[in-house]
C-alpha cells in the first residue's frame, strides 16, 4: 500500500527509479533462532528526490542504508539501484556500483586523518573510472561546498562542520546517482547542522544528484520533500513531512523526534572529534 501510495504521491509515472527496495527482509542468528531486523520493506525513490528515513534507534535505518549502499545483503526480496539488481553481486561488482552510482556521507565523517582536504576526496576518484583529473575534479567539488580556500587543510586544522563538508564533496566527487547519509548532522551543533542542511539542499538543486538521509533531527527531515518513516523494521509513513507528522513548529521546538524513546538528539562524539 505504502508503495502505490508513493507512486501517487510523487507522480513518477514510468520514470525510472534511483531506488527500488523490494520487500527486503533482513534476519541475523541469534543463538539458536533468528532475529528479524527488517519485516519487508517496499519503496521507490525517483531520481533528484530527497528523503528523510526516520524511526527511532534501533529501527532499521542503518541496517536499510547499508543494504541499499551494497556493504550489506538483504535475506531476502530485492534492490535495484538505477534500474541494476544489486541483490546477487558478487563483492567485486558491488564495488563498482558503489564507486560509480553512490556517494557515501556518514555520521563521524570517516575521512583520512593524514590526508589532504583535497586528497581526500580525490580518493574514490582514483578507484575507479572517472573523467578527467582527479585533482581538479577534487578543487571543483571543494569549490562546490565552499571549501577552496581549505585545499590543503588536513582534517584536524578543520572545524567538524567543514569536515562534513569535505565528506560531502567526496561523496559528490565521483558524480552518483545517489548520496545516502547516515546521521550526517548527528555530530554537529545546530548552526553547522543547518549549513550542512542548506548545502544538501543547494547541492541537490544544483546538481539533481538523489538524497536519502537516515535522521534523528527534526530539522533535516522537515527539510527533505518525503519522509519514509520507519518502526521496528517496518515503514510505517510514508509521504510529505506534514503527512508523517513532522510540522514546521515540531521541527524549530526540535520536539518531533527527541521524544522518541532513544532520544538521541544530540550524539556522543567519537574521540577527537570537534563540534
Ligand atoms: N550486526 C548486528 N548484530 C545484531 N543485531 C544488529 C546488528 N546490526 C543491527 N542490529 C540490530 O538491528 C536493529 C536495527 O539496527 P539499526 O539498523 O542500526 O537501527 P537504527 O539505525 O535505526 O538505529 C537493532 O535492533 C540492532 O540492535
Ligand atoms: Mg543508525
Redesign the pocket.
Known amino acids: 500500500m505504502a508503495l502505490a501510495r508513493t507512486t501517487e504521491t510523487i507522480g513518477m509515472g514510468g520514470a525510472p527509479a534511483a531506488l527500488e527496495a523490494r520487500g527486503i527482509t533482513r534476519s ?1 542468528p541469534l543463538g539458536k533462532e533468528r ?1 528479524d ?1 527488517l519485516h519487508g520493506l517496499s519503496f521507490r525513490i525517483a531520481r533528484g528526490e530527497f528523503v528523510a528515513l526516520i ?1 527511532p ?8 542504508l547499508g543494504i541499499i549502499a551494497g556493504l550489506d545483503s538483504p535475506t531476502g526480496g530485492q534492490v535495484l539501484v538505477d534500474g541494476i539488481d544489486i541483490t546477487r553481486m558478487s563483492e567485486g561488482q558491488l564495488a563498482a556500483i558503489r564507486n560509480q552510482k553512490i556517494g557515501m556521507i556518514f555520521q563521524a565523517f570517516n575521512l583520512i586523518p593524514t590526508l589532504t582536504a583535497r586528497e581526500n576526496v580525490e580518493v574514490p576518484l582514483y578507484v575507479g573510472k572517472h573523467e578527467g583529473s582527479p585533482s581538479a575534479r577534487a578543487k571543483e567539488v571543494l569549490e562546490l561546498v565552499g571549501l577552496g580556500h581549505r585545499l590543503d587543510h588536513r582534517p584536524t586544522q578543520l572545524s567538524g562542520g567543514e569536515q562534513q563538508r569535505v565528506a560531502i564533496a567526496r561523496a559528490l566527487a565521483t558524480r552518483p546517482a545517489i548520496v545516502i547519509a547516515d546521521e550526517p548532522t548527528g555530530n554537529l551543533d545546530a548552526k553547522n547542522s543547518a549549513n550542512v542542511l542548506n548545502l544538501i539542499r543547494e547541492l541537490r538543486a544544483r546538481t539533481g544528484t538523489t538524497f536519502i538521509i ?1 535522521t534523528h533531527d527534526p530539522t533535516v527531515a522537515a527539510a527533505a520533500e518525503r519522509v519514509i518513516r ?1 518502526y521496528d ?1 517496518r515503514v510505517v509513513g510514508d509521504g510529505t513531512p506534514e503527512e508523517v507528522g513532522i510540522t514546521e513548529a515540531a521541527a524549530a521546538e526540535g520536539a518531533e523526534l527527541r521524544t522518541q524513546p532513544d532520544g538521541v538528539a544530540v550524539a556522543p562524539l567519537p574521540d577527537g572529534v570537534r563540534r
Open positions: 541475523l532475529i531486523i524511526g534507534s534501533g529501527s532499521g535505518k542503518s541496517t536499510v537516515a520507519l523494521g
